[in-house]
């Protein structure tokens, strides 16, 4: 199956009752609440789905001196983005972030302008993005437009990780800080906590936060998990 959260989560009840085993490529804690040992997924987001992106772009912002008070959370009101902002919601108030802007736009949205102008007038420290590629290219566009003033960018903004986006933005990504997942990436972060790199060697694109040992663990156990139930399968 593909990356729709919500097609996959709607298929479930239909998989789980024939007992077939399910292979996923992206979608976003699909399996939290059914917990279907034949469930598989490539993407290794650990056990804290919800809040695996939201943790990394805070860890980020808690390096920050002085350290940032607010944030402003927005994304697309669909499964897997809100998914995303639930967990960031929890995190900024597990950590002591103000939340001074916290809403969702339509999946329809085109124009980005009067959602970057709103979060504008919060004046917040932080702004969190779960959107998905067509959203995240336009609100880093509105953005940049819009000189919107803040120490840290970004967080679960699909489609940024795409060659043709980050050609197609270019400098507009300068301190953008957003996920990436690579198997290099987690195989250099092993035996460390959460990390920054530069996806570009001429320092053009901001800081993204590295994934850190644990998404390396849930591929080991992801894994076995796949062998397992290919045994069963069979």
């Known amino acids: 199956m593909g990356a729709a959260t919500n097609l996959i989560v709607a ?7 024939r007992q077939k085993l399910v292979m996923v490529l992206f979608a976003l804690g699909s399996n939290d609440q059914f917990k279907y040992p034949r469930y598989f997924q490539t993407a290794a987001w650990g056990p804290d789905t919800k809040g695996i992106m939201a943790r990394a772009f805070f860890e980020v912002a ?5 350290r940032p008070k607010t944030v402003a959370i927005t994304g697309a009101d669909a499964e897997s983005s809100n998914n995303v902002i639930t967990g960031a919601r929890a995190i900024a108030k597990e950590e002591g972030f103000n939340i001074v802007y916290d809403h ?14 709103a ?3 919060t004046n917040p420290d932080l702004v969190f993005v779960a959107s998905y590629p067509l959203d995240s290219v ?6 940049t437009e819009l000189n919107l003033k803040t120490q840290l960018f970004g967080g679960g903004m699909v489609g940024l990780q795409y060659a043709m986006f980050l050609q197609q933005l270019g400098e507009k990504l300068d301190r953008v800080v957003n996920y990436h997942l690579s198997r ?10 959460t990390k920054m790199s530069s996806t570009r060697s001429s320092g ?16 080991d156990r992801a894994n076995q998990a796949a062998q397992e139930a290919f045994k069963r399968a069979a």
């Open 11 to 17: 298929a479930m009840p239909q998989i789980m009752q």
């Open 62 to 66: 808690k390096t920050i001196s002085p």
């Open 104 to 117: 969702s736009y339509p999946p329809s949205t085109t124009d980005y302008s009067p959602i970057v102008r």
């Open 119 to 121: 979060i504008q007038a």
């Open 204 to 219: 053009r694109f901001a800081l993204i936060p590295r994934a850190s040992g644990q998404l390396l663990g849930a591929f």
């Open 138 to 143: 336009g609100i880093v566009r509105a953005a």
């Open 184 to 193: 290099w990436m987690m195989a250099s972060s092993r035996n460390t906590s």
